[in-house]
C-alpha cells in the first residue's frame, strides 16, 4: 500500500515565484524593516530558530498568489533552511515563504505605508486577522499627522485591537517575541530621521550595528586615554622619586 502525503503534490519554494512583482513606493519600505531585520541580527545572533523576511513573498495557499508584506518575523523556524551549507556554499536561504513547508505562522507583520495606500488600514488588515491570523499586525505611516504614525494590533477573537496610544511614542511590548517596538529619531545608514526600532522591557532601545561599533570604538578610545594617562603620571612620580634620591626601581 502506497503512503499518500499531500504535502507532495504541493509545489516548494523552488517553484514558486520568489515576489509578488509590485515595486515598493519608496526606499522606505526597504529601509524601515531592514533595519529592525539587521538590529534583530545582531540581537539575536547566537539564536537560529527565527527568520525576518523583507517584502518576500508569503504562500498560504497553493493556489492562490503570494502576499509580501514590507516585513514580517516568524519565529520557531530554521533562521536558514540548511545551516550548514548556507555557511558554506551561501545556498539554501529562503526564495519566500511558504506556509506548507514552514508550518508556521508569521508572528509579526509589518507595513510602511507611503503616498499610495494599499489598504493597509482596511483590506489588508483585515485579511492578516480573517484569512491568516497572524497575532501582530504593526503599520507605520511617517506621514500621518492627526493620528500617531505607528499603530501596533493584536489580534483577539479574530479581531484586531489597538494596543499603541494615539499620540505616544513610547514603545509598544509585544511578550510572545520578548521585545517592544517604537518609534524616535535616530541615524541609519547616514539618514538622520524617525526610524523604528526594538526595545528591551526596560524600555531601551536595542543598538543598531553602527551604534555598536560606535560604542565599541569610544570605549577603546577610553581606554587609550586611561593608559597615556597612567603612564604620564608613573612618569611624574618617577622623576619626583629621583628628586628626592630614591631610584623607582628599587
Not at 540548511?82 to 508550518?103: C, H, I, M, N, P
Not at 517604537?182 to 541609519?188: A, P, S, T
Request: proline share 6%; hydrophobic share 40%; with cysteine.
Amino acid at each position: 500500500m502506497l503512503n499518500y502525503n499531500p504535502l507532495h503534490c504541493l509545489p516548494s519554494s523552488e517553484e514558486l515565484p520568489d515576489c509578488d512583482d509590485i515595486p515598493v513606493d519608496n526606499e522606505l519600505q526597504n529601509s524601515i524593516p531592514g533595519l529592525l531585520k539587521t538590529i534583530l541580527a545582531l540581537a539575536w545572533c547566537d539564536r537560529w530558530d527565527w527568520f525576518f523576511g523583507v517584502n518576500m513573498g508569503i504562500y498560504y495557499h497553493p493556489d492562490k498568489p503570494a502576499i509580501a508584506p514590507d516585513g514580517f518575523l516568524s519565529l520557531g523556524v530554521q533562521r536558514f533552511i540548511d545551516v550548514g551549507k548556507a555557511f558554506s556554499q551561501g545556498l539554501d536561504l529562503r526564495l519566500s515563504y511558504v506556509l506548507w513547508e514552514e508550518k508556521k505562522l508569521p508572528i509579526l507583520v509589518l507595513e510602511v505605508v507611503s503616498q499610495i495606500h494599499r489598504g493597509e488600514y482596511t483590506t489588508k488588515q483585515q485579511f492578516y486577522a480573517k484569512e491568516l491570523g497572524i497575532l501582530y499586525y504593526v503599520v507605520y505611516n511617517p506621514l500621518r499627522r492627526k493620528k500617531s504614525p505607528l499603530e501596533v494590533y493584536r489580534l483577539v477573537d479574530g479581531e484586531y485591537i489597538l494596543m499603541s496610544d494615539l499620540m505616544s511614542a513610547d514603545p509598544v511590548w509585544l511578550p510572545e517575541i520578548g521585545l517592544g517596538i517604537g518609534r524616535e529619531r535616530g541615524i541609519y545608514q547616514g539618514i538622520a530621521r524617525e526610524w523604528l526600532y526594538w526595545y528591551d522591557q526596560e524600555g531601551q532601545r536595542l543598538l543598531t550595528p553602527e551604534e555598536r561599533i560606535r560604542e565599541l570604538e569610544e570605549r577603546a578610545a577610553f581606554a587609550e586615554q586611561r593608559q597615556v594617562e597612567a603612564e604620564q603620571r608613573a612618569k611624574i612620580l618617577a622623576e619626583s622619586l629621583k628628586a628626592f634620591g630614591v631610584e623607582p626601581e628599587t
